[in-house]
């Protein structure tokens, strides 16, 4: 079993990874201090799978909780269901001191958090992330957010969760093609940050597809250490965190351009990896074999190298509409070796176009 520390000027946490971690859970809850109601915010999809043995595990700790159920997908990380949220947290008297448990994907916790970051000026929240994708990437790091009509993750803040609980037995019922989202950003934090743990994905690409235990326990428990070690240098994104952006330049543009649809997440910042892996050769940072070392990876782990339904002019728009774009200026995270990046603004655009040229199928 795993443990991750996230050490922050304020509001440090402890991050748990492992199989079935009830005990934890239950002694942390029982220690914590909170009041005793508590509200667990799902989905339907994991509600229904494991609402029941959530809120038995809650109340076994001494708390009277209850589950409020939003439909799963990304439409429901709005206001609207915000507010909804609320009204439930108001009508079950949470007070201050009460704890809000995000139990699902990326979208529960982004929703919940931003409740919880929200209600009566803010109360403490816990993450218990149910997906490849939370569990590496949005249950670490404070980000909460909803989503306005014009853009995804408009109206937020920075708010860390008390304690976050990885429990590597939810990953069994989630469907193959969420196990890849999350291996693309798991791939990022090789490539970006550990040229070892880049080359064990190398080595273990069917042990990874079949969850087998040790190889799971291993790829989450490292790619949280290492956002967690940029998170804590950098926690409000103003220069380090940034790396952490690599492949997703090209990658919002080529979910933006198939309408979010064809492409999941971490499908689109593969691409978008191999689209910045063709810049940084381009302008020399690295040669060919990082290149093709990088795009086997990706293959060996079933996640696309190439985007269908996308142009290459559409896309280099895109890139300045970007959200992390900033007086339209790009900062491009490049690979100047594996395991490591520089971020460049001076890319050329001839530069840019032909890397999409050759991400576009
Ligand atoms: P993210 O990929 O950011 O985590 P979501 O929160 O939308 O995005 O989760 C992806 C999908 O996977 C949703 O449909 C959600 O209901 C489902 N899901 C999440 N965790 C599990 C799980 N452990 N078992 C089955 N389905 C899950
Ligand atoms: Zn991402």
């Given at each position: 079993m795993g443990e991750v520390n996230v050490i922050l000027p304020e509001n440090s946490y402890q991050i748990d990874i492992g199989k079935n971690l009830d005990d934890k859970v239950r002694a942390y809850f029982k220690g914590a201090g909170f009041s005793s109601r508590a509200l667990v915010v799902t989905d339907s999809n994991v509600g229904r799978l494991y609402e029941n043995a959530v809120e038995a595990l809650l109340r076994s700790a001494g708390l009277a909780a209850e589950t409020y159920r939003i439909p799963p997908g990304e439409r429901s990380k709005c206001l609207a269901e915000a507010e909804k949220i609320y009204t439930r947290a108001i009508a079950n008297g949470l007070d201050r001191k009460s704890v809000i448990c995000a139990l699902g994907g990326g979208v529960v916790g982004d929703l919940a958090g931003f409740v919880a970051a929200t209600y009566m000026r803010g109360i403490?929240?816990?993450?218990?992330?149910?997906?490849?994708?939370?569990?590496?990437?949005?249950?670490?790091?404070?980000?909460?957010?909803?989503?306005?009509?014009?853009?995804?993750?408009?109206?937020?803040?920075?708010y860390q969760p008390k304690r976050v609980f990885i429990d590597l037995a939810f990953l069994s019922t989630l469907?193959?093609?969420?196990?890849?989202?999350?291996?693309?950003?798991?791939?990022?934090?090789?490539?970006?940050?550990?040229?070892?743990?880049?080359?064990?994905?190398?080595?273990?690409?069917?042990?990874?597809?079949?969850?087998?235990?040790?190889a799971l326990e291993h790829i989450v428990t490292r790619s949280v250490e290492i956002k967690a070690d940029v998170v804590r240098q950098d926690e409000r994104e103003n220069g380090l965190r940034r790396i952490l952006n690599f492949g997703h330049t090209i990658g919002h543009a080529i979910e933006k351009e198939t309408q979010y649809v064809r492409y999941n997440h971490g499908e689109a910042v593969a691409i978008g990896m191999a689209g910045a892996a063709f810049i940084s050769r381009a302008l020399g940072l690295i040669d060919d074999t990082i290149v093709d070392r990088l795009l086997h990876l990706m293959e060996t782990?079933?996640?696309?190298?190439?985007?269908?339904?996308?142009?290459?002019?559409?896309?280099?728009?895109?890139?300045?509409?970007?959200?992390?774009?900033?007086?339209?200026?790009?900062?491009?995270?490049?690979?100047?070796?594996?395991?490591?990046?520089?971020?460049?603004?001076?890319?050329?655009?001839?530069?840019?176009?032909?890397?999409?040229?050759?991400?576009i199928e």
């Open positions: 403490p929240y816990v993450q218990m992330p149910t997906s490849l994708l939370a569990q590496v990437d949005s249950s670490v790091g404070g980000k909460v957010a909803v989503n306005h009509p014009s853009g995804k993750n408009l109206i937020g803040a920075f469907p193959p093609r969420e196990i890849c989202t999350g291996l693309g950003e798991i791939v990022k934090y090789g490539a970006i940050y550990d040229e070892a743990f880049f080359a064990y994905l190398e080595k273990n690409g069917p042990a990874i597809l079949a969850l087998e235990s040790q782990l079933h996640l696309p190298i190439k985007a269908k339904g996308c142009t290459a002019d559409a896309m280099y728009k895109d890139i300045f509409h970007d959200k992390k774009t900033v007086d339209g200026q790009v900062n491009w995270v490049l690979l100047d070796a594996l395991g490591h990046v520089t971020v460049r603004r001076d890319v050329p655009e001839e530069i840019v176009r032909d890397a999409m040229a050759r991400i």
